[in-house]
């Protein structure tokens, strides 16, 4: 089955420390995006990545940082830059990024906590 | 800047009945897309429905219809005959296309609109 998954789904963090969530996925899509969302809020995006080896900042990337060196992976680093990290991170990804009707197909998501 | 407004918090609908639920826009472009997911406990985000600035047709899949009215910028959601499985946070979202000359797909979401079914 083609889909998007994400791991873990539950990440603790403690103070100062790096973490890295995963995202996979096997739909051959170019374009793969990461959101956060807040309690009761909508989505804000974090990073995008069009093509292999290349990203961009989105909105909110302070605090943040990707990689994309394969097609299929797009996994996310909270750094200890990022004082608030505690929210829910969804990636999804799209066929490209060129057309106004692609649709973001996103994973599961993951809950991320500061201990 | 983009901005997208649901001023619903929460609806609730008596199962079988038909809802709307209420999204405005607020772009200076002519080219955009409107989409709709639904968000149900789990936290997946799972897409319903897609319009394009430029369609002329009111977009539909099954029981979920978007009426869409360019001129007052709404893109209100309709679910026809209401499940239980219904029950979720429904987010309206906007695809600007042209974005600094270069188009990289970002969607700018509403805060969501809670749906409870009741049986």
């Known amino acids: 089955d083609g889909g998007i998954t994400q791991s873990p789904k539950y990440l603790f963090r403690k103070e100062g420390q790096n973490v890295t969530l995963s995202c996979e996925q096997n739909?051959?899509?170019?374009?793969m995006y990461w959101y956060r969302q807040d309690p009761g809020q909508g989505l804000r995006l974090i990073y995008y990545s069009q093509i292999v080896n290349d990203f961009q900042k989105g909105d909110i990337a302070e605090g943040y940082s990707v990689s994309r060196e394969k097609k299929e992976s797009f996994p996310l680093t909270v750094t200890s830059a990022q004082k608030n990290p505690t929210a829910f991170y969804l990636c999804?990804?799209?066929?490209?990024?060129?057309?106004?009707?692609?649709?973001?197909?996103f994973g599961p998501g993951t809950r991320l906590l500061v201990l | 800047a983009q901005k997208i407004t649901q001023t619903q918090p929460g609806m609730f609908v008596q199962e079988k009945e038909a809802v709307t639920l209420d999204c405005t826009y607020d772009?200076?472009?002519?080219?955009?897309?409107l989409f709709w997911y639904k968000q149900p406990s789990s936290g997946e985000m799972i897409f319903l429905i897609y319009?394009?600035?430029?369609?002329?047709q009111n977009a539909t899949e099954g029981r979920y219809s978007l009426n869409f009215q360019k001129a007052r910028k709404s893109a209100n959601l309709v679910i026809s005959a209401s499940q239980l499985g219904d029950s979720a946070m429904y987010f309206c979202a906007m695809r600007d296309v042209n974005a600094g000359g270069t188009s990289y797909g970002k969607l700018t979401f509403g805060q969501g609109t809670i749906l409870t079914v009741h049986p």
């Open positions: 319009q394009g600035s430029y369609d002329e």
């Open positions: 772009t200076s472009d002519q080219s955009y897309g």
């Open positions: 999804a990804s799209s066929i490209s990024s060129g057309r106004r009707q692609e649709t973001q197909y």
């Open positions: 739909l051959n899509h170019d374009a």
